[in-house]
């Protein structure tokens, strides 16, 4: 298995341990019945958190630039902008803007607001609506690199 295959490999896992909090997330009616003092609602909510912040660390991290990399278009000292701008003229994102947005949304959730908890349930609800986006950049780079046979 190539280095750009395990990558995808990789992120599909993060992607479906993400898409399984969030169903669990919605399942429960956990952000409804918000109670920060319940530990099974909480450790719920982080697991959700933790895997939304995971992959999208790991896709702007990691597998942009080795997709990048593979298709011979990754430069030196690249911006993170610069690999979005990218990759949407690459059509495998629809909008660096979007992305960003998606980087906004990351470094958010990495807060605690205990006392913002409205607040809180509204950027999860937006990470949350943030996953099919997510899922159709993993699934784009893939057709990508299959239809090139690079992998």
Known sequence: MSVIQENIQIAKLHLDRLKKASQETKEKNLLENFDIDDFETVKVIDTFIFRFIKLQD???QKLF???LEEIGELYEN???IDVLDKLE???MISSS???IEIRRLRNKLTYEYLDETEEMK???KMAMNKIPTLEKTIKNIEKYLKERKII
């Open 58 to 60: 790991y896709l702007g």
């Open 65 to 67: 630039r080795r997709f």
């Open 78 to 80: 690249m911006s993170f």
């Open 89 to 91: 003229k690459l059509e």
């Open 97 to 99: 803007e979007e992305w």
């Open 122 to 124: 509204e950027k999860i």
